[in-house]
């Protein structure tokens, strides 16, 4: 049996009362959106249309943006984003060699198989583009929750790729109203200039929700959960599609 620790109690407690008192197969409450079983397509329409716009700084919009191919973020950004009161998380993995596992790479962010973790998911027809409002569907025991966000922007630097040396795609997503917490997401893979893989998540963020302050201990254990996992699931894409390749 998995250890639960007291603020997973918690915060398991806390949404599955939520739940209890309605009976629909999907509601809002207190500001999230929630289900009873895993989400419709159309319950995550419905969530999106109802989430409003982002629920973080503009001035922060797309901070999480690459500075360069071969070096994804910076200490003073991430000073200057703990002075502002966010928590910083960044995970990064390698995956791979050379340019087929780059494609490998980029082909499982473009088709959200970074996040096929069976209790996280995203549609997997969701296009990769700037502007696209998506929900990433997370099951926390009862019930599942809907996290409603906005693709903020995306980097392909095909241009080094092209020439043989370092290169990146990524692309970030901010929180919109409705998510337990407020800031932005950058899933991405670079190849550096030995022509290794890595695959990063990174990320800022602070409570936007009581639930999310009064456990938030429990929410960044979580988040560091989602990354890892992540992580494991990109290996499992890319070595797979390796093994694949070699033996047809």
């Known amino acids: ?106 082909s499982a962010l473009l088709s959200w198989k970074h996040l096929a973790l069976g209790w996280a998911e995203v549609e997997p027809d969701t296009p990769v583009k700037v502007g696209t409002r998506f929900c990433i569907c997370y099951k926390e025991v009862i019930p599942w929750v809907m996290f409603p966000l906005q693709i903020a922007y995306v980097t392909d630097d095909n241009g080094r790729r092209a020439k043989g040396g370092g290169g990146v795609f990524a692309f970030g997503s901010g929180t919109l109203q409705g998510h337990l917490l407020a800031g932005e997401e950058r899933f991405s893979v670079q190849v550096d200039e030995e022509e290794r893989v890595w695959y990063e998540v990174f990320s800022f963020s602070k409570p936007a929700h009581p639930l999310s302050a009064l456990c938030n201990p429990y929410v960044q254990f979580r988040q560091r959960h989602f990354a890892r996992e992540s992580a494991k699931a990109m290996l499992r894409h890319v070595a797979g599609h390796s093994t694949s390749g070699s033996q047809q």
């Open 1 to 106: 049996m998995l250890f639960m620790s007291s603020g997973e109690n918690q915060f398991t407690l806390l949404l599955a009362l939520a739940a209890s008192h309605h009976s629909l197969g999907s509601m809002a409450w207190g500001g999230l959106f929630l289900s009873f079983g895993r989400p419709t397509p159309e319950q995550q329409k419905s969530c999106l249309a109802a989430a409003g716009g982002f629920n973080y700084d503009a001035a922060l919009h797309g901070a999480s943006t690459p500075k360069s191919a071969t070096a994804l973020t910076s200490e003073d950004t991430d000073r200057a984003l703990a002075d502002r009161g966010f928590s910083v998380n960044r995970s990064r993995v390698l995956v791979g060699s050379g340019p087929d596992a780059f494609l490998r790479a980029k």
